[in-house]
C-alpha cells in the first residue's frame, strides 16, 4: 500500500531509501520507474489523488525501482472495476514486453489469468496444491480480443476445471 504522507515519488523510493541507495541515485530509478507506469508528471503528488488505477501503477512502480529479476504482484487489481482492469492488464503486458522481467501474478480472476500468462498455476485451495500447469502460446503483443478465440476459451475451460476439481477434493 501507498503511504498516504507521501509523495508518488517519495512512495517510490521508499526501499531504496531503506537500503540506503543515494537520493541522487533514487531519484533517477524512480523517474524511470513512473515513466514505464506512464505517470511521470505525477511525482509531487499524493496517492489520495489519484485514481485506483493510478495508485496501482505507482504501487507497480515502486516494486520496479528495486530492479529485481521477478515481480510478484498478488491480486494487485483485484479491487478495481473491470474496465480499469483491463486497461492495467493491457498496461502490464506493455511493461512486461518492456522489461523482460519474470511476473508470479495472482489473481482469482480466470479471463485475467488466461489474459496475461505464458503459464498457468491453477491450485487448490487449504491445503494448497498444484492441480494443473497450463502453458499458454498466445503472442506477447496481444490484445484483449483474444478472449473472443476458442484458444483463450479453451484454455479457460481448462482453469476452471481444475479449479473445480481442486475444490471438490476438499470436501
Known amino acids: 500500500a501507498l503511504l498516504p ?3 508518488i515519488e517519495r512512495n ?13 541515485e533514487r531519484v533517477k530509478r524512480a523517474q524511470e ?6 505517470l ?4 509531487k503528488k499524493f496517492p489520495w ?3 485506483g488505477g493510478m495508485q496501482q501503477r505507482a504501487s507497480i512502480a515502486r516494486a520496479l525501482s528495486f530492479d529485481a529479476d521477478l515481480l510478484l504482484m498478488d491480486e494487485p487489481f483485484g479491487a478495481l472495476d473491470e ?3 483491463d486497461h492495467l492488464n493491457e498496461q502490464l503486458l506493455k511493461l512486461w514486453a518492456r522489461t523482460n522481467k519474470t511476473v508470479a501474478f495472482v489473481t482469482h480472476s480466470i479471463p485475467e489469468a488466461v489474459y496475461l500468462s505464458t503459464k498457468i498455476v491453477v491450485m487448490s485451495p487449504r491445503p494448497g496444491r498444484i492441480i494443473d500447469v497450463i502453458e499458454t502460446n498466445f503472442p506477447n503483443d496481444r490484445t484483449l480480443d483474444i478472449r473472443e478465440t476458442p484458444e483463450f476459451l479453451e484454455i479457460a475451460h481448462r482453469v476452471r476445471e481444475g479449479l473445480r476439481a481442486g475444490h471438490s477434493n476438499d470436501e
Open 40 to 43: 511521470n508528471g505525477f511525482e
Open 49 to 51: 489523488q489519484l485514481s
Open 83 to 85: 474496465i480499469v482492469r
Open 5 to 7: 504522507w507521501r509523495s
Open 12 to 24: 517510490v523510493t521508499l526501499p531504496l531509501e531503506i537500503m540506503e541507495i543515494s537520493k541522487e
Open 33 to 38: 520507474a513512473l515513466k514505464l507506469v506512464e
